[in-house]
């Protein structure tokens, strides 16, 4: 038998956003965005459901049972914080928590996402879920700013 042994690695990321709206209309960007407004293509569902309460499942659900189990609410404080933990996108040994909070500047809200995990986490993984994070950022700020025109 072959044993290739690999290392727990840990993966650690911060991204802020400046975003011209209110806490309240940032908060339902964000919840719209990470769960049924989320596309992986324009136009191409992600299929999430958000359950937006203390225990509540994060997952893709793509039909006649087939899904994805992404993680549970661990913390949520509406306009304030939103804390998720467990496998995320990682479909190997490894496990996530990440943070949302949003901090009221002014006439702007900011949104800082803290990302951090442990486990067998692939190079190409570490590297590609910075531009992941990007994204989402981007996508929260133009909804809510469109909304808040």
């Known amino acids: 038998m072959n044993t290739i042994e690999e290392e727990v690695q840990t993966l650690n990321i911060t991204k802020s956003e400046i975003i011209k709206a209110s806490p309240e209309i940032v908060w339902e960007a964000m919840l719209y965005q990470i769960g049924p407004g989320c596309e992986f293509e324009p136009g191409k569902s992600m299929n999430f459901t958000l359950e937006a309460f203390p225990g509540g499942r994060w997952f893709r659900d ?5 899904g994805h189990f992404w993680g549970h609410v661990q913390v949520i404080k509406p306009n304030k914080l939103l804390e998720l933990c467990g496998p995320m996108f990682m479909s190997y040994a490894a496990t996530s928590h990440v943070q949302y909070r949003l901090t009221p500047e002014g006439a702007t809200t900011r949104l800082d996402i ?3 995990a442990f486990g067998l986490i692939p190079l190409d993984h570490r590297t590609g879920v910075q531009e992941g994070w990007a ?4 996508m929260i700020r133009e909804r809510a700013e469109r909304s808040a025109r």
């Open 62 to 66: 793509l039909g006649n049972g087939v």
């Open 114 to 116: 803290v990302h951090t």
């Open 135 to 138: 994204h989402e950022l981007k």
